[in-house]
């Protein structure tokens, strides 16, 4: 195993927990906070009434939790140029 392949296997060790542990506090109702790029959040959602676009007919959609990304002040900035 020469340099290049070493730090490319650390690296994707490092990428991968740090995807992990996200979806880990995520899964506990735990923000994470990314100083400088952004906030992940759980949003929830209430239990709604919609409609099959089909038939018409009126379904219930039942209230759920969804993961959500905020991004930081510093990251909009960025992105804007």
């Not at 490319?8 to 060790?13: L, N, Q, V």
């Amino acid at each position: 195993m020469n340099k290049v392949e070493l730090v490319k296997k650390d690296s994707e060790a490092v990428v991968s927990a740090v995807f992990e542990t996200i979806g880990e506090a995520l899964t506990s109702g735990e923000e994470v906070n990314v100083a400088g790029f952004g906030r992940f959040v759980v949003k929830e959602t209430k239990e709604r009434t919609a409609r099959n676009p089909k038939t018409g007919e009126a379904v219930t959609v039942p209230a759920s939790k969804k993961p959500a990304f905020k991004p930081a002040k510093a990251l909009k900035e960025s992105v804007k140029g």
